[in-house]
Nanobody, 117 residues
Framework: QVQLVESGGGLVQPGGSLRLSCTVS????????MRWYRQAPGKERELVAT????????SYLDSVKGRFTISRDNAKNTVYLQMNVLKPEDTAVYYC??????????WGQGTQVTVSS
């Protein structure tokens, strides 16, 4: 079955960096576009970054442009989110997402990112 497992979250000071990983199984990763979402307390889940199946095209939420980078390693079935210059407003649970061609969403369990001094 489809599984997405995130890792790499934690507590970091403002201005710091974290790299999130999402390792997947149960589908052909190299054929799949992938997404990172986040959800802060009391807020709706929002799309943070997307990447096409080859990694040739990416897109970002305006507030993270220039600070976050999405990438993937198709040999490792893993998608990454490099987060630099973190701000307190980046505090959220971050989720990896795979949307099937039939528009069904699979989610990982989420990884907590807390930016605080």
């Amino acid at each position: 079955q489809v599984q997405l497992v995130e890792s790499g979250g934690g507590l970091v000071q403002p201005g710091g960096s974290l790299r999130l990983s999402c390792t997947v199984s149960g589908f052909t990763f190299s054929n799949a576009g992938m997404r990172w979402y986040r959800q802060a307390p009391g807020k709706e889940r929002e799309l943070v970054a997307t990447i096409t199946n080859t990694g040739g095209s990416t897109s970002y939420l305006d507030s993270v442009k220039g600070r976050f980078t999405i990438s993937r390693d198709n040999a490792k079935n893993t998608v990454y989110l490099q987060m630099n210059v973190l701000k307190p407003e980046d505090t959220a649970v971050y989720y990896c997402n795979y949307r099937t061609p039939m528009q069904y969403d699979y989610w990982g369990q989420g990884t907590q990112v807390t930016v605080s001094s």
